[in-house]
C-alpha cells in the first residue's frame, strides 16, 4: 500500500464536513482537485471510507452544479462493488441523479449502476430497480449532452452482455471481432433482458423516446434524433448478443412512429410498426425519416455495423432469416444504403473482404456485390 502522504486530504475532510452541515457554503473546486490528482490505486482505498459517505450525504442535497463533486466520487468508486454502493446510494438517489440536468450526475449514477455489469447477479439486482431502470432509459436516450449518451450505451450494452442467457458464442475464424464484444464468461440470467423486452411499461418508453411520441423528445427534433442514433448504435451489439430477443416481440408499438424527427407531420407512406417485429425492425425500418441527411447516415452507419457483426456470429437459419428479411425491406427504396452495403467488402481490411462477399452474397440473393480490387 502506498503510505505516501496524500497533500491537503485533512484540509479537504474539514471542508467536506462544512459541507455536509451545509451545503450551500462556496465549494472549494481546487481542495478537490489537489487531492484527486494525487490518488492513486494503491492509497485510494483508505480514503474512500473517510470521504465517500460523505459525498453521497452531500450529493443528496446539493443545489449547484455537482462536477466536482461527482468527479471525486467516480475516482473513489472504482474500487467498490455495486452491493457496497447500494449500502450507501439508495434506489431514490440514483434516480434524483439521473433525472438531474446536471450531466456530471447522470454520470455518476451511471458509474454506480455500470458496476452491476461485474456480475450476473448484480445485473439481476439492477433489473429489479424499476424506478431507476425507467431513469436509466430516459437519462440515456433524452440527455442533450453527447458523453451522456454515450456512457449510456457502454452500459447497458455491457449490463445485457453479462445478463444474456444464451451460451458463450463459439471463437470466430479469423477476427476476435465478436469475442471483444463478449465480457460474460458463463451464461446470464436474463432478467434485465426480461425487464426491457418484455416488460410493457419500458418497452413501450424505449419506444416511445426514440418515436418522438415522449415529452422528452416530442418536441425538440435534434433531441429526438440524438435518441435514434443512440439506439441505431447499441442494436448490432445486441443483435450479436442475442438476434431472437431483439427481432421478436410480443408487444406492439402503440403509436405510429413520429417519422418527421418532431416536425409534426405524418407520411403514411411508412408503414408501420407490424405485429411481431422487435425493436431491431423497428429501429431499422419504421424509426428514422430518411429525408433527414444526417439520420440517413446513421442509418447507413448502423446497417453496416449490422451486417459485419452478424458475419462473424454463429452461423444459424434464424440468423439468416432475420438478416436477409431486414436487408430486403430497407434496400427496397433506398438505393443509397443499397450501394453502401454492395461496396462494403472495398472499404474494409483486405483480409476479412472476401467471407464478407460471400456473407452478404448470401443475405443480399441477387445484387450484385462487389468484388474487392486486388
Not at 465480457?183 to 423516446?209: E, M, N
Request: glycine residues 4%.
Amino acid at each position: 500500500m502506498d503510505t505516501t502522504p496524500i497533500s491537503g486530504l485533512d484540509e479537504l475532510e474539514k471542508h467536506v464536513d462544512d459541507l455536509v452541515q451545509d451545503p450551500s457554503i462556496p465549494l472549494n473546486a481546487k481542495l478537490f482537485d489537489d487531492v484527486e490528482l494525487q490518488l492513486t490505486e494503491s492509497n485510494t482505498p483508505a480514503v474512500i471510507v473517510r470521504f465517500l459517505p460523505k459525498l453521497t450525504a452531500i450529493l443528496k442535497q446539493y443545489t449547484e452544479d455537482p462536477t466536482v463533486l461527482a468527479s471525486l466520487a467516480i475516482k473513489l468508486l472504482r474500487p467498490v462493488s455495486f452491493i457496497q454502493v447500494l449500502s450507501l446510494a439508495s434506489e431514490e438517489s440514483l434516480v434524483q441523479a439521473l433525472d438531474s440536468p446536471a450531466p456530471a450526475a447522470n454520470l455518476l449514477a451511471m458509474t454506480v449502476i455500470h458496476k452491476a455489469a461485474a456480475s450476473s447477479a448484480d445485473v439481476a439486482i439492477f433489473s429489479t430497480m424499476t424506478s431507476v431502470v425507467v431513469s436509466f432509459i430516459r437519462r440515456w436516450l433524452a440527455a442533450p449532452q453527447v458523453e451522456v449518451g454515450q456512457k449510456g450505451g457502454i452500459v447497458l450494452g455491457d449490463l445485457l452482455d453479462v445478463d444474456c442467457e444464451l451460451p458463450m458464442p463459439p471463437v470466430p475464424g479469423r477476427t476476435a471481432t465478436h469475442t471483444e464484444l463478449v465480457l460474460r464468461k458463463s451464461p446470464g440470467q436474463g432478467k434485465l433482458w426480461r425487464r426491457l423486452f418484455t416488460d410493457r411499461a419500458i418497452y413501450t418508453l424505449l419506444v416511445a423516446l426514440c418515436a418522438g411520441r415522449h415529452a422528452d423528445t416530442s418536441a425538440n427534433a435534434h433531441q429526438l434524433s440524438l435518441a435514434q442514433g443512440r439506439v441505431l448504435r447499441i442494436l448490432p451489439r445486441l443483435a450479436a448478443l442475442n438476434l431472437r430477443t431483439v427481432s421478436q416481440s410480443g408487444i406492439i408499438a402503440t403509436t405510429a412512429v413520429n417519422v418527421t424527427n418532431g416536425h409534426g407531420e405524418s407520411d403514411r407512406s411508412i408503414p408501420k410498426p407490424k405485429q411481431g417485429e422487435g425493436l431491431l425492425q423497428f429501429a431499422a425500418l419504421r424509426m428514422v425519416d430518411k429525408s433527414d441527411a444526417l439520420m440517413h447516415l446513421s442509418l447507413v452507419d448502423f446497417f453496416e455495423a449490422f451486417v459485419s457483426l452478424m458475419r462473424v456470429t454463429e452461423y444459424s437459419a434464424h440468423k439468416v432469416e432475420v438478416a436477409r428479411a431486414l436487408l430486403c425491406e430497407a434496400i427496397e427504396d433506398d438505393l443509397v444504403l443499397k450501394e453502401a452495403l454492395l461496396s462494403l467488402p472495398e472499404r474494409i481490411v483486405p483480409e476479412e473482404a472476401d467471407d464478407l462477399r460471400r456473407w452478404l452474397q448470401e443475405v443480399m440473393p441477387g445484387e450484385a456485390i462487389r468484388v474487392p480490387l486486388r
